[in-house]
């Protein structure tokens, strides 16, 4: 296809077919074409619209002359009707070409840089298409060819584009008609009618600014506005998310209050990161006791109550906890209340606390109100007293069997945990593997491990009841439309996270959310009320602490600085890990993604088996995956699944943030031996599938020729 428009757009220039869509020579040939239009009118009009569909479907110049000659033969009303069928057909055609030849390269090259693009001509795209035809800096062949790229729908770009060239269609073609007088192309379109456009053009964007304005106003129209504020920030929530934004708020010295309701720290501290990372670890060091022959030792055992190691779980808590307490935040300048934040109004936040009611006026508010477990409505469920990531820590008897309904990350890590400290663990999937969001590699690695430490995993079962036969809890789940009874005396509900958004003026104030029920917030972390912003679990799309204090940052900035300068989040280089034994850390896109987004990708996989240190270590197994762009070094996403691989990945995210390549990695000295190295590996096996086999070819003769052979 790229042939042939070569070739035809070659004939054109070749054959100087150029010099018959000139005005003078139209000019000179007007009595002649009329009288052939006279006495065939139809052939006439046909070879008109179709040499008018191949100049512009081949973006050649000429079109405006052809539009003149249309106004000239047709008339205004024939002409315009010809020239706007023929003209939007040809840009459509040219458009479809670019699409065809170039739009998967383009996309699959650069599908995550043009995310945000994609996104706004998703949403705004008729209307930038129809700014772009009625303003008539934009070259018309330019726009069909770089609207191809895009994933704008190609009805939508036909019928948009025949409305927005309609004005200029009607001007040129009424110039047409009056063809004699015309002494040239540039007196067409005066100063005045080329403003008349512009404005016509940008009208659409002007109005949706506007609407959106008006809606904004309206929203906050029910509210008083204080003529003084008590505070620059309110930030209601002191998990990961509020605590970082109160940080920087302090630190650039405004004013502004941190209220938390229940326990400073948040789910990380008390309930989530920091209690699972510490009972991992206990369990961890049981594993390797159950392994001690293979490290030399005879047979071992251990002494243990459950319920010490759930006290060192709160100990672990208890240190860390000072990171997060009122006293530092306090002395880094935050005003911290412990109590329930309502915000009453777009700028008042009421706070409840053991002394009463108080309300502070403030300029903006930031939301870290975080999440909570989500309990699915299953049958029965009310009657089992079961547990979730906020309460199995209160447990002091190590559960016997225990269902871990889940097969997520939270799910994963903590069956592990239970199996490793002698429950006997049955994980419920639904879905037909763990982890779903990895690879399917990757789950078999953690699943494989699971099988080996006695974790009964029930993939595809759907938990359908529950039911207490004989003082025994019962589940009933179904299994390829088979009815499972599986016993249990503790079952941990871990099938997702729910975003809080009720009971604290979210719903009184209409803050919007999304369709997944979290806060929907546009890239600058803001609400629907521009003084209001979100960040953290309660507004995702990522549920971890580390993508809540990145959130926190712009939203404490864009809160602060907004009027002067406001800062897109950054979702380009997302890291995170699943803390399962093996651990499994990632970065950017995995296989999965890359097909899901059709992106183009090489891959290249280095087993740890091979790794010196995991060798001595006795952790030798796991890879490290690396998706790159094809036939380039730049990495486009890792997966690395073994010991440490939330540590290795660190390399590989700097790398990504700042566009450093594999060639770059293995010329990097990392240290002897070291479960690092694997990064410096899958680097070096990245390098010879790609070795140049030709020169190598080549180099082989040198050197034979050398040896005289
Ligand atoms: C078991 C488990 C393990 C996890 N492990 C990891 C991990 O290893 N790595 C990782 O990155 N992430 C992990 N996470 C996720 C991580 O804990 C969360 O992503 C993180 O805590 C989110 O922070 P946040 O500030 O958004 O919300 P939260 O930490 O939930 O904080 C929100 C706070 O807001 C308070 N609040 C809510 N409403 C009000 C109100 N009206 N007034 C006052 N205060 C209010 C709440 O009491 C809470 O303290 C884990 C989560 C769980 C459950």
């Not at 030849?101 to 705004?124: E, H, Y």
């Not at 990632?586 to 088996?609: C, F, H, P, T, W």
């Amino acid at each position: 296809m790229l042939l042939l428009i070569i070739a035809m757009v070659a004939v054109f220039y070749v054959f100087d077919l150029q010099q018959y869509l000139t005005l003078d020579w139209l000019k000179t040939q007007q009595t002649l074409i009329e009288s052939y239009h006279r006495s065939h009118p139809v052939l006439t009009m046909m070879i008109y619209a179709l040499a008018y569909i191949v100049v512009t479907g081949l973006s050649l110049p000429g079109a405006v002359v052809l539009t003149l000659a249309g106004g000239a033969l047709f008339g205004l009303l024939w002409g315009t009707v010809i020239v706007s069928f023929a003209s939007t057909i040809g840009a459509t055609l040219a458009f479809l070409a670019a699409r065809f030849l170039f739009r998967d390269t383009v996309q699959s090259r650069f599908g995550q840089r043009l995310q945000a693009l994609n996104q706004g001509i998703d949403k705004d795209g008729a209307l930038y298409l129809f700014t772009l035809r009625l303003v008539p800096v934009f070259p018309f062949f330019l726009i069909n060819l770089a609207m191809g790229l895009t994933l704008l729908r190609t009805w939508t770009f036909y019928w948009v584009s025949q409305l927005g060239m309609l004005p200029g269609t009607l001007v040129y073609v009424n110039a047409g008609t009056q063809l004699a007088k015309i002494e040239s192309m540039s007196g067409i379109l005066s100063p005045a009618l080329l403003g008349s456009f512009a404005l016509l053009g940008v009208f659409p964007l002007l109005t949706k600014k506007f609407v959106n304005m008006i809606q904004t106003r309206k929203l906050y129209a029910k509210w008083q506005k204080p003529r003084h504020f008590d505070n620059n920030l309110v930030v209601i929530g002191a998990g990961s998310g509020g605590l970082v934004t109160s940080y920087i708020a302090a630190a650039v010295k405004a004013k502004v209050t941190l209220i938390e309701k229940h326990k400073m720290g948040g789910d990380c501290l008390n309930t989530g990161c920091v209690p699972s990372k510490a009972l991992i670890r206990s369990a961890k060091w049981l594993s390797h006791l159950k392994r001690s022959k293979e490290f030399g030792f005879g047979q071992a055992s251990v002494d243990f109550e459950f319920a010490d190691i759930m006290k060192r779980v709160q100990s672990v808590i208890k240190t860390v906890e000072p990171h997060d307490s009122i006293e530092r935040y306090a002395a880094l300048g935050v005003e911290v209340i412990q109590g329930e934040a309502n915000i009453v109004s777009p700028w008042e936040v009421q706070v409840t606390t053991a002394d009463g009611v108080k309300a502070i006026t403030t300029r903006s508010i930031v939301i870290a109100a975080g999440a909570h477990p989500f309990i699915p409505p299953i049958p029965g469920i009310e009657k089992i007293n079961y547990l979730t990531s906020d309460s199995i820590w209160h447990l002091r008897q190590l559960p016997k069997r225990l269902i871990v309904l889940g097969g997520g990350p939270i799910g994963c890590e903590l069956a592990q945990c239970f199996a490793r400290l002698g429950s006997y663990v049955i994980q419920i999937e639904m879905l037909p593997r763990l982890l779903i969001r990895e690879d399917p590699d990757v789950s078999e690695a953690v699943m494989a491990r699971f099988k080996q430490e006695g974790i009964d995993c029930r993939l595809e079962h759907t938990a359908k009841q529950f039911v207490i036969e004989n003082e025994e809890k019962i589940l009933i789940a179904d299994y390829h439309g088979q009815q499972v009874r599986i016993p249990f005396d503790e079952i941990l509900i871990s099938i997702g996270r729910a975003a809080n958004v009720q009971g604290y003026g979210v719903e009184a104030l209409g803050i919007a959310l999304t369709p997944r029920k979290t806060i929907d917030t546009n890239p600058f972390q803001e609400t629907n009320y521009p003084n209001i912003y979100a960040c953290g679990d309660v507004a995702g799309p990522y549920q971890f602490t580390h993508t809540a204090a990145h959130q926190a940052w712009y939203a404490a900035v864009n809160a602060l600085f907004g009027q002067f300068k406001k800062f897109r989040t950054d979702y380009s280089v997302i890291p995170w890990a699943t803390f399962t034994d093996p651990e499994v850390a990632r970065v950017g896109l995995n296989e999965q993604d890359a097909k899901q987004q059709d992106i183009d990708y090489d891959v290249v996989r280095y087993g740890i088996d091979d790794l010196d240190r995991a060798i001595a270590d006795g952790v030798a197994h796991g890879f490290v995956k690396v998706l790159t762009q094809p036939g380039k070094d730049k990495i486009l996403g890792v997966t690395i699944v073994g010991e440490h691989a939330g540590d290795l990945i660190a390399e590989f995210i700097l790398a990504m943030k700042h566009g450093i390549g594999l060639n770059k990695i293995l010329g990097t000295i990392h240290i002897y031996p070291t479960m690092a190295e694997a990064n410096k590996y899958v680097a070096g096996v990245w390098k010879r599938e790609h070795a140049p086999q030709g020169l190598l070819k080549w180099l082989e003769r040198y050197h034979a020729w050398l040896r005289g052979q």
